[in-house]
């Protein structure tokens, strides 16, 4: 096979890999959306919907090996072949916490609490704006913008703290909403998580364009010294 | 290459992924006793260590992407060079766990907060018990000690919850204990999700066993309908 060859079925493998992060932007939305409508029907959906997500992975790890083992890929392409294997690990488990929100939307069922929906709906947003722009990135080899991304995680982190305290609050007014507050802070983390697993994406983009693997660590997660 | 020659190297692979898992047992537990004692110094020789862990897994993906674009390993051969992947991605991340506990360590300072230690340590623990198991059982590739580890996960998850509530009644009762009771609350999660990612370590001892990829989840985390 030629190198134009092997080229063409990594794009292949890439198309699909966006496909995967699409399907993903999509039951992290409906997830929230079904959190705010409180819309148990909508949630088992993406729950089930899952099942295509791992899927589409195991298909694309799939292919990526056979490549592997077939073309004996060498340095920038071996290299890129392994980010595909690790960013579509990653999308997957975003897809995770998409199922586990739509879980805790079940879960919560039309018990009376307060949801703070505005603050999860921005940490939403936001997860999901680093990820479109993070595939973007890895798609076309970006490293400045791949190095950029993971700073933004500081911000999901302070509505994460901002989500936090105020479900503390619920459950201090009214011991009584300590379960399902326990389990809004369930939604809060996952969206957390997402943008957590952003940064390991960005750090595979910067891997392929340099040879070298560096952890990024926003700012604010560094050790205090 | 013969086969048994690339045996003989995923062995070694194989041998360099359990010096792996042991590290990150030593790392989950000298940050555990950093937090029993609160020893700074102690958490942060935990928080730096982590960079070896992360180094030995960039070595061991080096070591099978070479091997598979070299040796063109089809089938079970393939199979299993793609779950040290994946597995020693897993292992570095429980790494990244136990940093985080450090890191708590050292942030808490010596804030007069009194800490659920021992259900942190049962959590840690188990988490690891769990840990060792599931690298051995992936080792001998053992498929049905692999589906039953995953089961134990629910006990993490009581004392987890556990946690939890001791922690809420500590915001509760007094709210200046609200960010340090937080900061606790990482400590537990980290363990949760140590215990989640041994999981997906068996869900790939079966991949390798069976050639079939099945999603577990223990019988708690499924979605009540």
């Given at each position: ?7 063409l ?21 409906q ?8 819309d ?22 799939n ?39 739509a ?20 940490m ?25 991304i993971p ?75």
């Amino acid at each position: 096979m030629s190198r134009e060859n092997l080229m063409l079925q990594i794009h292949q493998i890439q198309d699909e890999m966006l496909v995967m992060g699409s399907l993903v932007e999509q039951a992290t939305m409906q997830s929230i959306e079904s959190l705010k409508k409180r819309d148990i029907k909508m949630a088992v959906e993406v729950y089930n919907a899952d099942r295509k997500i791992n899927e589409k992975r195991y298909a694309i790890e799939n292919s990526v090996l056979i490549l592997i083992a077939t073309q004996q890929p060498l340095a920038h392409d071996l290299r890129l072949l392994a980010a595909l294997l690790e960013v579509s690990a990653e999308i997957e488990r975003m897809g995770d916490y998409a199922k586990g929100i739509a879980k805790v939307v079940v879960n919560l069922g039309d018990f009376d609490i307060p949801v703070p929906i505005k603050e999860i709906d921005q940490m939403a947003t936001l997860a999901l704006s680093m990820l479109h722009r993070a595939l973007g990135a890895f798609i076309i080899e970006d490293g400045e913008t791949a190095k950029s991304i993971p700073a933004e995680d500081d911000k999901v982190d302070e509505m994460y703290n901002k989500v936090q305290r105020l479900l503390v609050n619920l459950m201090i007014e009214k011991p009584q909403n300590i379960d399902h507050a326990n389990l809004l802070m369930w939604v809060a983390h996952n969206l957390e998580r997402m943008a957590d697993r952003v940064s390991n994406i960005c750090e595979r983009t910067i891997f392929v364009t340099t040879g070298e693997l560096v952890e990024i660590e926003s700012k604010k997660k560094e050790i205090k010294l």
